[in-house]
């Protein structure tokens, strides 16, 4: 075997770490003592200690800075991600990790960064599309049935999103796993979101009801993927409503702008996607509850208003009843009326017949007497002449008065039997014919005393042209112009001649 120690001695001086680390140092603070760099500041971290450490870039590299807590109120400015600056300090080096460092003592503004410019270029040209139009917006379903994540299945995103997801309303959870930085990001990031765009409702895989694409913080090139145009372009085209939930609370990408909602962390994302069971339960409580007081204040509002109505109308089974009453006591007083009327309408003309009768047959009883009396006592011709001519006046006075009479009897009877034809009670209509009985019975007993009877045995009446009647021969000159009166109507007659009269002991009439 060999010996080391028989090895050659290398020419090649040998170092310790430490001097290799201490030699570098003292190159690059020799070389680059203080030094000004420009580049976009990206990563910034403040430390509990006061310090802040980040680091500057370009297209082409990154350098590792740190500011001192004793310098910040000496740098100038305020450092943020993505800004372009010119920093102004040395270059130092940090043997335990093998870096090199910048140590900033101050700090200015050189403008906007590359990777700003270039975002802020692709935002401008987006909108100018309308692809960031608020009318795009769609309304997030209010309980979907499965939910779908664009994430990395590794981390503690997709686990965050599951934990809030199952305590507030557990859903299925339909996760498409993608990288979320590095290279092809974005085309993966843009096919799961078309993927779950293009699923058909009712497959065997379902068609989620909202899509959360996530992503945890990062720097700003860490996020880059979601600033990207063929991202932006798909979640824009995108038919299921889709929250980003990209870096923290204070990244913004443009994802943000084209998605329907924007949640500052992936737990706020799922809270957005789905409700809490117990504020839906709340919820609805409060409204059954709203529900039912406003269902309560309707009903009893309702009802003042029906009492109130109640209060100002009649009473109207009492107007019924007493209109019922009234109609009964009418039809009664109806029935009594026409009975009672046709009664004492018979009354009256059984009154008014035996008046005219009597006083017909008394008037003609003391007409006759007067003219026997005053006959008894005058003798002479004339007078009985005189007599007889007052006898016929009065017979035919007693004519004319039994016409009207007869004919005012028709009249009451007519109107009776016309009465009689409306009331229906067959007691008032036999009443009726037996008053219309004893009528005709006085009616013909009437006319069986009346002087016209005797031209219906075929007797006739003889006056002169004037009316006045002619009871004897003597006073009829030969030639003279007759009426003769029968029973059916008078006839014109022409005397002939009179024979001489003879003497009678009494006036017949």
Known sequence: MDDPRLDPISNIPEFTVSEISGAVKRTLEGNFGRVRVRGEITELKRYPSGHIYFSLKDEGAKLSGIIWKFAIS??????????????TGRISSYAERSSYQLIVERMEYAGAGALLARIEALRVRLTAEGLFDAARKRP??????????????????????????????????????????????????????????????GGPIPRPDVLIVARGGGSLEDLMAFNEEIVVRAVAACRIPVISAVGHETDTTLIDFAADRRAPTPTAAAELAIPARTDLLADLAHTAARLIGALNR?????????????????DLPALVGTARQRLDDRAERLRLALPNLVRHWAARLGLARSTLVGGLRHTLAARRDRATRVLARVSPAPLRDLVRHAAARLELAHSTLMGGLRHTLAVRRDRAIRVLARVSPAPLRARLREARARLDGAAGRLESVSPLAVLQRGYALVTDPGGHPLTTSA????????????ADGEVGATADGGGKPERQGRLSL
């Open 74 to 87: 000496r740098l100038g400015m305020q450092p943020e991600n993505g800004v372009e600056v010119i920093a």
């Open 140 to 201: 997030l379903p209010g309980l979907p049935a499965v939910i779908g994540v664009v994430t990395s299945e590794r981390g503690a995103v997709i686990q965050d999103i599951r934990t809030t997801i199952a305590r507030r309303f557990p859903r299925p959870i339909l996760l498409w796993p993608v990288p979320v930085q590095g290279e092809g990001a974005a085309e993966r990031i843009a096919r799961a979101i078309a993927g779950f765009d293009a699923l058909p409702a």
């Open 298 to 314: 309707l009903a009893q509002e309702r009802r003042l208003r029906l009492s109130r109505a109640e209060r100002g109308l009649p």
């Open 475 to 486: 006073a009829v000159r030969p030639g003279a112009r007759l009426r003769l009166r029968f």
